[in-house]
């Protein structure tokens, strides 16, 4: 009889297990998602003087100097905590010296012209800014590290460079709306930059 009883409940253990498994609700997976990236509202604020040139950046940004090596006085990067963005500008004085401007103009085309490789289109286009400036922007589309670069001159005495860099290595794709929040503000700074 302890051994029927033992038999029976054993087989009642089995068959809630058998049932239970077989009542389990249907697995669906879940369709592949992004991060949400919530962006902040685009507010301006000028640059601190004591520089050759100004112009309006984020408040989102800061202001660092450039620390390479390379580095001349008037290089900054524009850095964005918050998005691991940076755009690094470089400045020349190429007052006189038309050797040196010509090199500075052959210099962003070969800087912009490296990211070919793994490029899948290079979209060059001229802004005129309001001061009368005009710019060469530059939109790299693919996996490239800088996807937007720029370069303004008033060909006589200044020479300005820029590019956007993230430090991350999230896919570019997947960084598209911050690429357009970051693009916007450089050229609220282009269209906002005066030569002193």
Known sequence: MVLALKR?????LGLKLLVSCSSAPDFTP???????IDLPAHRYQEL??????????SREAVIRRDSSALAQPHWLNVYY???HANVQ?????????RRLYNKMMEDARKLTGKHEIKATAIDE?????PSGLRASVFELQ???PSQFQFYTTDSTKHFLRGAL??????????LAPVIEYVKTDIVRMLNTLKYK
Request: hydrophobic share 35%; net charge positive; proline share 6%.
């Open 125 to 129: 286009r001229i802004l005129k800014t």
């Open 165 to 174: 860099y993230f430090r991350t290595a999230t896919a570019n794709d997947s």
């Open 48 to 57: 601190a003087a004591g520089h050759p040139y100004s112009f309006e950046y």
């Open 30 to 36: 879940k369709p592949k998602g992004y991060n949400r």
């Open 8 to 12: 029976l409940s054993i087989l009642a």
């Open 81 to 83: 905590p918050k998005l």
């Open 89 to 97: 500008i470089t400045y020349m004085d190429v007052e006189r010296d």
């Open 142 to 144: 693919g996996e490239v």
